[in-house]
């Protein structure tokens, strides 16, 4: 096992490109990403300095004249299918790509009509703003928690890989960290619960209300969010209390998630029917697994156990996160469903898993135990990326050229289970910007370099940065005649 002696660093190394090695899953992933981002033409109206801006079609779905322009995916753009997206542009050193997806966030987040700093769960990615430039273009209204989470720390990311490039003035890229602020005090003004069990509630729905009419809804997945967020703005902006405070809030929240007993993480609570709040017991969701260890925002203990509940329960096992699915014409997968109540692949989860390992395997946490052979993990990893790359090209639904992955295998989609009785499955059989990135993460990762992360241990790695950032501005102001 190879330890990383200069992790710190790590996000040093954000703006240069791509290793010419990176194998194929990662170029065809940035393929995919680009393809996707171009699908639509600039409209040509927008705001001075965002002319620029947009944001990538979640899905890779026939054109709107084969499928009826009303669809709801034909120009759906997630705001979190975006950060991630502008995450990987710039893990491949394309600044100029992932500033156009966080150009398309702050326009949005500039115009919303609140005017607070919240950004919608969707909007539409032919166009940015609506008819008649009235505002933006706005798909689905609710403004959560994770989406604005994740938005901040694209924000950020962007701020930070600028600032090491030496890209746009001071000025400017300081308008991005703002972005990222104003999305973290709409969470903190908004969202966050001061009761026993703490935590951030999990958002607002279009006219401004509490998601399900209750701040007893909390999810771990979006405090995760939260956490990484905040602890990126105290290393960057350590004259502001909040963002360190936001940071314990919210991994105060996760820590009361753990489930001892099954060493797992809960998905979060619920109103418990009498007013009160509970903790919601099932299903258990893989994120909440792969992610507080991605994170570290939980002792490394945990972060093993909680990967060895993923990859030792027995395939059939009614707790099983990994399954098998058989989708047809002899091809046999298999990978993470979204949860325990799911029921197929959702290869968004098992790209998380697999850069979960990769990350595990070089920091050190994820090591053998007793009678366990030295390369048990490695195996894992290399296992689960080869049915990833097998799910790329051979999967229904598949690109002809290999170019992303579908969000599942399965041919009638997969189900998070978190759907109501009798309805749809939430992932469709269709190319997937999250699937596609959060695979691309992982075989970087597992090809050493642990900067793809985007849910790092923060902190340090920024105030890192910045300093490496100082010392090439202050030896380009030494050179100059």
């Not at 990987?88 to 966030?105: C, K, Q, S």
């Not at 903190?188 to 209750?214: C, I, M, V």
């Not at 919601?280 to 792969?290: E, G, M, S, V, Y």
């Not at 949860?339 to 898993?353: F, K, R, V, Y």
Request: overall charge negative; aromatic content about 8%.
């Amino acid at each position: 096992m190879r330890w990383v002696a200069l992790a710190g660093v790590g996000w040093a190394l954000w703006a240069l490109p791509a290793a010419a090695t990176d194998p194929v899953l990662f170029t065809s992933a940035q393929a995919f990403l680009d393809r996707q981002l171009d699908k639509f033409a600039h409209p040509g109206d927008y705001p001075a300095g965002f002319a620029s801006a947009r944001l990538v079609q979640t899905y890779d779905v026939p054109p709107p004249q084969f499928m009826g322009a009303d669809h709801p995916l034909a120009h759906r753009a997630d705001v979190y299918d975006s950060a991630l997206a502008a995450i990987l542009f710039a893990a491949a050193g394309d600044l100029a790509r992932a500033r156009e997806l966080v150009d398309g966030l702050r326009l949005l987040q500039s115009l919303d009509p609140f005017g607070d700093g919240r950004l919608r769960s969707s909007y539409y990615a032919n166009d940015l703003l609506a008819p008649g430039n009235t505002g933006p273009s706005i798909d689905s209204p609710n403004a959560t928690v994770g989406n604005n989470a994740w938005a901040g720390i694209a924000l950020v990311r962007f701020f930070v890989a600028a600032t090491a490039a030496d890209l746009l003035t001071p000025a400017l890229r300081a308008g991005y960290l703002d972005a990222a602020k104003d999305a973290a005090s709409w969470i903190d003004a908004h969202t966050r619960q001061d009761d026993a069990t703490g935590g951030y509630s999990l958002g607002e729905d279009g006219s401004g209300a509490l998601l399900f009419g209750t701040p007893h809804a909390r999810s771990t997945e979006h405090n995760l969010g939260v956490y990484v967020l905040a602890q990126n703005l105290a290393a960057l902006d350590p004259g502001q209390p909040l963002w360190a405070d936001m940071a314990d809030h919210a991994a105060a929240f996760v820590a009361v998630m753990y489930d001892a007993s099954g060493d797992r993480y809960f998905t979060g609570t619920r109103d418990d029917g009498g007013g009160g709040l509970e903790i919601n017991p099932t299903p258990i969701p893989a994120d909440t697994q792969t992610w507080t260890a991605l994170a570290a925002v939980d002792v490394a203990a945990r972060r093993a156990t909680t990967m060895r509940m993923i990859a030792d329960t027995p395939l059939g096992d009614v707790e099983a996160l990994l399954v098998e699915d058989d989708v047809g014409g002899g091809a046999v997968f298999w990978g993470v469903r979204f949860s325990t109540g799911g029921d197929h692949i959702q290869c968004e989860e098992t790209g998380s898993h697999a850069l979960a390992l990769a990350i595990g395997i070089e920091a050190g946490w994820l090591a053998p135990e007793g009678g366990e052979p030295a390369d048990l993990w490695t195996s894992e990893l290399a296992a689960t990326l080869a049915e990833l790359d097998a799910m790329r090209t051979d999967a229904p639904g598949a690109d002809p050229g290999g170019i992303g992955l579908v969000a599942t295998p399965w041919p009638g989609g997969a189900h998070s289970g978190f759907e109501g009785p009798g309805d749809p499955p939430t992932y469709g059989n269709l190319r997937h910007v999250a699937s596609t990135a959060w695979t691309a993460f992982a075989v970087r990762a597992a090809a050493g370099d642990t900067s793809v992360n985007p849910l790092p241990e923060p902190g340090r790695d920024a105030m890192l940065v910045l300093a490496f950032a100082g010392l090439f501005a202050l030896r380009r102001l030494r050179e100059r005649p």
